[in-house]
């Protein structure tokens, strides 16, 4: 049975409570970090083996079933540097396979997103069904022991979460659930079954992919970097720091516009832009997008939320409707984040408050306008002799964490002894399940 979502969230609430007051030391016996060395941001061998341990072998967010409605949709997604088709199939499963042709490894799908009937190969027309089973090889009569059966698209892992598709390329990957653990449980209150699709934004950024994320890891910065957004809206000093298993975390930043003297408490009055921007409601306290998920508890409507879904997704979740961050490498030292965008369940039709919509988006592409501003500086002194290791403190110790984990999936060995992290959070992670 495990941990109830109730008593996580009392936990958090009061860790929030201590943070407010906290005027010394980091508590629980937490120690500085050792430094996490620059060159695992500029290091191309290290690069390599994120590819092969991470892009290769992790559970990654590829798409919404509402991009896959009808059986014979299919998306050909490229984001983890493989083609691979996703498809709803026949039997209104969704599967994934490799975009290789069994026979001389053409491709079966060029177009970015379809509906079909059959994948018919692009070279000498071997066809697949939606299946991916080989069912028409042309001349057949020039093959005297063509076993049809031994040459199926090759199938990719594909696991829903509620309406969220992910892909491993890894058949040996531990179940996606398995892998969320008690994050699947927290994030029931979201219902992810019911979750729409709203539209996706890209941005490319000049710095390696973990730059880029690790900006969206903690909130020390928002003073500096968003004085007159984000900072009007939380207050970083209540911030909470929660290590899950599996490379998975936490950050709640309390929402100030719902504060009071005890920190907590819920006080109606006003929001922002910025507020608006994450769905917090505006001065009004009203969101533009206004459907909300009404089964979200206090703690994501008092605080921003946010979650960190190892290895490359960032979330600030919200009962309004919420983005996933996702940070991409596109080489060594560039990337690319896109911003997926979900909304409560609005029925049947088109999405409704579509201008609403825009507005929000527009709203925190200004934030994010803030970070990646920021970001490609900071890439460059990595590339500097004089940039020597990162140190990080209690409250980025989430950044610290996921590097770890990058580490333990990529298997100690084989990591260049001046990339590697030492394995110190361990302790800190919570057992909840
Ligand atoms: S490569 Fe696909 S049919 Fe020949
Ligand atoms: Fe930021």
């Excluded at 000093?237 to 930043?253: D, E």
């Excluded at 719902?258 to 006080?267: E, H, M, R, Y």
């Excluded at 039709?349 to 579509?354: A, I, M, Q, R, T």
């Amino acid at each position: 049975m495990g941990i109830s979502t109730e008593k996580i969230e009392k936990e958090i609430l009061k860790r929030s409570l201590e943070e407010f007051n906290r005027t010394n030391s980091p508590p629980r016996g937490f120690e500085d970090l050792p430094e996490i060395p620059a060159e695992r941001y500029i290091n191309a061998e290290f690069n390599d083996l994120e590819k092969e341990a991470i892009w290769n072998k992790c559970w990654l967010y590829a798409a919404h079933t509402d991009q896959l409605k009808s059986p014979g949709d299919y998306i050909l997604w490229k984001d983890a540097g493989v083609p691979i088709i996703i498809v709803r199939s026949e039997d209104d499963e969704i599967r994934a396979f490799y975009n290789t042709c069994r026979h001389r490894g053409s491709s079966v799908v060029r177009e970015n997103s379809g509906n079909t009937t059959r994948f018919v190969c692009q070279y000498h027309s071997w066809a697949y069904d939606l299946s991916g089973k080989l069912d028409f090889v042309p001349d057949s009569r020039d093959w005297k022991s063509l076993d049809k059966s031994c040459k199926n698209l090759i199938p990719v892992r594909c696991e829903l979460w509620g309406n969220l598709i992910f892909i491993n390329q890894n058949i040996e990957a531990m179940a996606l659930k398995e892998n969320l653990g008690v994050v699947d449980k927290i994030l029931g209150q979201f219902q992810l079954e019911k979750i729409r699709y709203v539209g996706k934004r890209s941005w490319e950024v000049n710095s390696n992919w973990k730059v880029c994320q690790d900006a969206f890891m903690e909130v020390y910065h928002l003073n500096t970097v968003h004085p007159d957004t984000v900072s009007q809206l939380l207050d970083h000093k209540g911030a909470v720091m929660v290590l899950l298993l599996n490379g998975h975390s936490i950050m709640t930043t309390p929402n100030r516009s719902k504060l009071s003297a005890d920190g907590l408490k819920v006080d109606e009055s006003g929001g922002s832009d910025a507020s608006n921007a994450y769905g917090s409601g505006d001065s009004q306290g009203k969101s533009g997008t206004p459907l909300e998920i009404e089964t979200v508890t206090e703690l994501a409507r008092n605080n921003n939320l946010s979650f960190n879904f190892f290895p490359n997704i960032v979330t600030p979740l919200n009962p309004s409707g919420f983005p996933f961050l996702q940070f991409w490498p596109v080489t060594l030292n560039t990337c690319r984040m896109d911003v997926h965008w979900f909304s409560p369940n609005w029925g049947e039709g088109e999405l409704p408050n579509k201008k609403a919509w825009k507005e929000r988006m527009d709203l925190f592409d200004e934030i994010l306008l803030e970070d990646t501003l920021n970001i490609p500086w900071i890439q460059k002194s990595l590339e500097s002799p004089g940039f020597k290791g990162v140190p990080l403190n209690y409250q980025e110790r989430r950044i610290y964490y996921t590097h770890q984990e990058i580490d333990k999936v990529i298997g100690d060995k084989s990591i260049p002894e001046k990339c590697k992290v030492e394995p110190v959070l361990d302790k800190f992670v919570e057992n909840w399940s």
